[in-house]
């Protein structure tokens, strides 16, 4: 399985090839990226990069050269190799994302973790009286569902409370977003509450939209929100990250969604103050009160292999031509363009301009499909994926105040399609897609109709 | 890397074949055992299963199949297969323990991250006024360094406080244990303080030594200790699992320490109580509120795959004579022959009684050698490694009070070799170690030499 052009065997004075510019003979061939992929599922329209990520052939062979490291002798690893591994990992995102220092950045599992790395801080200052019951925790509406459970979890039981932020959707530039952020704020605070903490999502993920997450940081910092964490899950290789413009306190990011890391990994970004010295990865180890960069690099016998590889990927990704930023490129136009031969096909609409899609793109499904409910687009997906080999989640857009709904389903679009484009898909994926949705309005299938 | 004796394709009616016996002309051969360790690093003397654990090849493979699926189609591995494939791995797994029902039994990481899911339920309780300031958390005074940080993070942060007892060591029957037990624990409760749980070890990791954990449970009954945390990380695949038997509230080990599974998984299991509803995977998902065994089966994009290969191991360890039961036996009587080889050969002892042994002994070391503290352990465990190519923790055994220390060093072994026998050992193994040893006390090596 060894791709005989990846990093050759991994010695630990590997330095990443960052600043070598590939010159055009040698940049990744449409073959060779095939290959890099071929572990996909053959005859699948795989657009959904965004859910779970995906992770080429050269980097899962690293991963697996660390796997056996441990296998063979893992005191030896654990002892002589790990915590070195870890920190050229965290020593590489630090420049990725402009942070000031290594010990800004810990590497944890996933958004899921960092998010509760941060609530259940927030959780013991509701305990141990720095902040007091009903003092508040903004989210937007459309936060990720884990999100959401993780403010239940820590900030709701520990007696804190939620201000909801209703962004628009679809949307049609930023502005929208600022003026309604700031007036939800607003509304929020309107009885005095003090706002410890603001969870903002720098690109949403369902509805999908890149959040102008710098302005709408400003506005809280001008409203006096204590702290603010952006959820990036998506960011990292599908749109610029530099934090300090940003100016968040914590910010983390997927490495595994579009960094072509192996699942799991992510990076939490904490920026310095004497907050950070006070989280704490929840699975409490050896390495307690040590910072918790330290704490995350060991929370007890694992498998920490998809964290050590962030080298492998650096190089992967500058063999292609503009390294991350041209991937992102050609993602975003790719997505872009198929998201608008999909809208022309069915005679819908995307649901945000392309300046605001990631290398993602919500598109308008044909309303005859009269998709009612969650419930009605997870069984959409389910067919497409069962009966058409289509890969790709489904949005249920609810009807806003005022909509009449009923049985008018003249032109409403009640439903999108999240596409992705990551560097294996190709044209064929999205026609696939644009094939099935016409065979299911040419039947004048329902919803209704699907099991 | 597919061992063609590995379990096949993995299809999803497999049943593992517990109950079939194998007949003797297909037991597992010798040379068959050390093919499925060959990727252990050769010439190492590996005498320290205890540690990290140990995976043979077939279960590497099958682990490697479920990555692949995760790899070829996510989205359908998470909606078709996993939960699926956990809830297998769970149910083999209460059957094992006798465990009364699969809800008490969820899997987690490691024996590490269990406790951090019952110690953060103390931690609630005191922040929620259902436990009071003061109120105690009993542990031994050799608890595993990353609970005894834990009980820190999450009981002493949150205003109880901890009653520590002290076992002796070396030790000579249960009864010394059980002896002592009773009496820190009469002590620790004096001042009238009402103790919420107790963490007891089942297998305690240094030094190790295979603690009456039925009986301590009963005292802590009789005591009016509210909740008992068995802390068995060592104990599945080593000793016999009873958990009904044992009769404690929560109850953890690790499958990737004696049990085959690669790195890494663990199960907590959680007597039906209304205190088990109450009980969170601190990384909080989708399922928050399901119950504890749904929370930890998903908690984020993330690796999987160790979870799954608990039907491959069962026939990995049915290959055996005698099963799991069989090796337990061998490792037994193996690691107690080889402890009394070493002992004799280095005029020391062994640090608890044969019965009292798991799959591990530890052995007196030579006092020439001069180990004065656990700095001074660790850098002769590093020599060994380093120079002798022995893999074998070393434990520090303070002064009792009233030793008379300074330099009377006569005949006082002030250091254990913790040595393991796990199915790949061979003898050889132990008279490298035996040869190493006899070599440093030749050449009047004492730890103070040791860089």
């Not at 070195?84 to 990725?96: A, Q, V, Y």
């Not at 603010?228 to 490495?255: P, R, T, W």
């Not at 960069?293 to 007890?300: F, L, T, V």
């Not at 560097?423 to 109709?449: E, F, H, P």
């Given at each position: ?35 890099e992929?071929a ?34 002798q893992p ?76 403010i ?12 909801v ?14 003026a ?27 509805p ?20 603010v ?9 599908s ?19 579009w ?28 390495e ?28 992967f ?67 497409l ?8 989640p ?21 439903g999108?399609?999240?596409i ?32």
């Amino acid at each position: 399985m060894e791709d005989p052009q990846a990093n050759g065997d991994h010695n630990h004075n590997h330095i990443p090839k960052k600043l070598k510019l590939s010159s055009p003979s040698s940049f990744i061939s449409d073959s060779e990226i095939r290959q890099e992929f071929a572990h996909h599922q053959l005859g699948i329209a795989r657009i959904n990069n965004g859910s779970f990520g995906s992770c080429p052939a050269s980097i899962i062979a690293a991963q697996k050269r660390w796997q056996l490291r441990f296998l063979q002798q893992p005191d030896d690893f654990f002892f002589n190799h790990l915590q070195n591994g870890i920190l050229r990992s965290r020593t590489l995102i630090t420049s990725l994302i402009n942070a000031d220092h290594v010990d800004e950045v810990s590497i944890v599992d996933n958004a899921t973790t960092a998010a509760a790395i941060v609530l259940q801080h927030v959780g013991w200052a509701f305990a141990e009286g720095r902040f007091q019951k009903g003092d508040a925790v903004v989210m937007l509406h459309c936060a990720f569902q884990a999100v959401k459970k993780s403010i239940e979890a820590y900030v709701t039981r520990a007696g804190g409370s939620v201000i909801v932020v209703q962004l628009p959707f679809p949307i049609h530039s930023d502005q929208e977003i600022i003026a309604e952020f700031r007036k939800g704020l607003a509304m929020g605070k309107a009885h005095g509450r003090k706002v410890r903490l603001a969870i903002i999502d720098h690109i949403t993920s369902m509805p999908c939209v890149v959040i102008p997450v710098r302005e709408l940081v400003q506005i809280c910092r001008e409203e006096g929100v204590e702290q603010v964490f952006v959820d990036a899950a998506h960011a990292i290789g599908s749109v610029h990250v530099d934090v300090k413009e940003i100016g968040a306190d914590f910010y983390v990011s997927n490495l595994h969604k579009w960094f072509f890391c192996p699942p799991s990994v992510a990076f939490l970004y904490c920026r310095k103050s004497p907050i950070a010295l006070d989280l704490h990865h929840p699975v409490v180890s050896h390495e307690y009160g040590n910072g918790l960069a330290i704490e995350s690099a060991w929370i007890g016998t694992r498998d920490y292999s998809s964290q050590l590889v962030v080298p492998d990927v650096l190089d992967f990704v500058n063999r292609f031509e503009g390294g991350i930023a041209g991937i992102r490129k050609r993602n975003h136009d790719a997505v872009v363009r198929m998201g608008e031969l999909l809208a022309r096909a069915w005679g819908t609409h995307l649901g945000s301009p392309p300046e605001m899609c990631p290398s993602m793109a919500m598109v308008g499904l044909p309303s005859s499909l009269r998709i009612s409910s969650d419930d009605d687009a997870l069984k959409l997906r389910t067919h497409l994926r069962d009966h058409f080999e289509v890969e790709v989640p489904i949005y249920y857009q609810a009807l806003k105040d005022g909509e009449i709904g009923g049985d008018n389903w003249d032109g409403r679009v009640a439903g999108y399609a999240r596409i992705s484009h990551q560097v294996y898909n190709t044209v064929d994926d999205y026609l696939k897609l644009r094939d099935a949705i016409n065979q299911l309005v040419k039947d004048g299938v329902t919803c209704s109709d699907l099991p």
